[in-house]
T-cell receptor
Framework: SQQGEEDPQALSIQEGENATMNCSYK?????LQWYRQNSGRGLVHLIL?????REKHSGRLRVTLDTSKKSSSLLITASRAADTASYFC????????????FGKGTKLTVNP | DSGVTQTPKHLITATGQRVTLRCSPR?????VYWYQQSLDQGLQFLIQ???????AKGNILERFSAQQFPDLHSELNLSSLELGDSALYFC??????????????FGPGTRLTVL
């Protein structure tokens, strides 16, 4: 089963609005990463947040991590049509086999 | 462009056949990862190699095998192909070997269609 579950599965917004995607996971992690995938293409790394960090920023991206709730959120501010993509969280399990476990993703559509 | 190259881009073959997918990591990256992405299973980690040695294994079928060569390129071999093996296969690379501690750079993928 998937470790990370993104919510919502799909999100449609207007250009200029903010988009928030959530990721929940089941077991303790070392780190959590967010990736973006344009349709049928390779994933692009967005941000890595360590388990001892609570918030991280990169340009228009803001990621939060709440280890007590086993959840993370990705906020994209002032969205653009070019942000249209699927967004995945990936977790690195604590004490588990060394692999990144990806969620099924949130499909974001930004309408011009 | 991530710097990771994969060939071929598309592959169409028949059930029972064997294919080889090739990946060249970014210059300087020692780790190579293979993933399978399908609509029903999502993105599944298959296997990781670090500097020529197998480092971690995921949901890789016994019909599948991989290796990493001295020049660090990697090949994923899929044999006795079944319809359900149709998917996008991605290769990714990273500098270090510790999964989750390094960002992974993904190639453009190979789309495999088994008829």
């Amino acid at each position: 089963s998937q470790q990370g579950e993104e919510d919502p599965q799909a999100l449609s917004i207007q250009e200029g609005e903010n988009a928030t995607m959530n990721c929940s996971y089941k077991t303790s992690i070392n780190n959590l990463q967010w990736y973006r995938q344009n349709s049928g293409r390779g994933l692009v790394h967005l941000i890595l947040i360590r388990s001892n960090e609570r918030e991280k920023h990169s340009g228009r991206l803001r990621v939060t991590l709440d280890t007590s709730k086993k959840s993370s959120s990705l906020l994209i501010t002032a969205s653009r049509a070019a942000d249209t993509a699927s967004y995945f969280c990936a977790t690195d399990l604590q004490g588990g086999s060394e692999k990144l476990v990806f969620g099924k993703g949130t499909k974001l559509t930004v309408n011009p | 462009d991530s710097g990771v190259t994969q060939t071929p881009k598309h592959l169409i073959t028949a059930t029972g056949q064997r294919v080889t997918l090739r990946c060249s990591p970014r210059s300087g990256d020692l780790s190579v990862y293979w993933y399978q992405q399908s609509l029903d299973q999502g993105l599944q980690f298959l296997i990781q190699y670090y500097n020529g040695e197998e480092r971690a294994k995921g949901n890789i079928l016994e019909r599948f095998s991989a290796q990493q060569f001295p020049d660090l390129h990697s090949e994923l071999n899929l044999s006795s192909l079944e319809l359900g093996d149709s998917a996008l296969y991605f290769c990714a690379s990273s500098v270090g070997g510790r999964v989750g501690h390094n960002e992974q750079f993904f190639g453009p993928g190979t789309r495999l269609t088994v008829l």
